[in-house]
Antibody, heavy 119, light 111 residues
């Protein structure tokens, strides 16, 4: 079965960087884009960008450009999202999600990674 | 401020039918892009509930249905059950932003 397993919670200081991993299984990793979505505590979902595992091509929301990098490791079928220059308002749960290119929806999600930015 | 607009909360008694709206614009829902719905139970990740406006993934009960009209989409839940209490999020594509957009989420309370 399709699974996306994310790394554990992180606590970071303002200005630091965080790198969240998303290990996939149960499907051919190169065949589906991985997207990243974040959620403030109790708030709505915010789309951050996408990565094509096959080509490594990426696309980021303008708000995060210059601070985010999405990468992958083909040998372990793992996607990564690094966010730099962290601010207090980056405190959120970060999700990876598999993108279904047929309907443009997110058909499977990781369990989420809480990133807390605190001094 | 979310691109798609949902009511913050809705409620209904067990057995009743509720409808959650998702209002967009001419650059997303009104441009013909599909709408998808996600159910997020407390403390868990979102789960795909409806895709392509009105399709249910395997395992989703037919009590859940979706529709789209003009610049809005709707999620209907009939025969409400206590386990339906969750947050519901709509999602589409926006051509002006060249990416996915979400609604702010709607909290469903089963009275």
């Amino acid at each position: 079965q399709v699974q996306l397993e994310q790394s554990g919670a992180e606590v970071k200081k303002p200005g630091a960087s965080v790198k969240v991993s998303c290990k996939t299984s149960g499907y051919p990793f190169p065949s589906y884009d991985i997207n990243w979505v974040r959620q403030d505590t109790g708030q709505g979902l915010e789309w951050m960008g996408w990565m094509n595992p096959n080509s490594g091509e990426t696309g980021y929301v303008k708000k995060f450009q210059g601070r985010v990098t999405m990468t992958r490791n083909m040998s372990t079928s793992t996607a990564y999202m690094e966010l730099r220059s962290l601010k207090f308002e980056d405190t959120a749960v970060y999700y990876c999600a598999r993108y279904n290119g047929n309907f443009w929806d997110f058909d499977f999600w990781g369990q989420g990674t809480l990133v807390t930015v605190s001094s | 401020q979310s691109v798609l607009t949902q009511p913050p909360s809705v409620s209904g008694a067990p057995g009743q039918r509720v409808i959650i709206s998702c209002a967009g614009s001419s650059s997303n829902i009104g441009a013909g892009y599909d709408v998808h719905w996600y159910q997020q139970l407390p403390g868990t990740a979102p789960k795909l509930l409806i895709y392509g406006n009105n399709n249910r993934p395997s395992g989703v009960p037919d009590r859940f249905s979706g529709s789209k009209s003009g610049t809005s989409a709707f999620l209907a839940i009939s025969g409400l059950r206590a386990e339906d209490e969750a947050d519901y999020h709509c999602q589409s594509y926006d051509r002006r932003l060249s990416g996915s957009v979400f609604g702010g989420g709607t909290k469903l309370t089963v009275l």
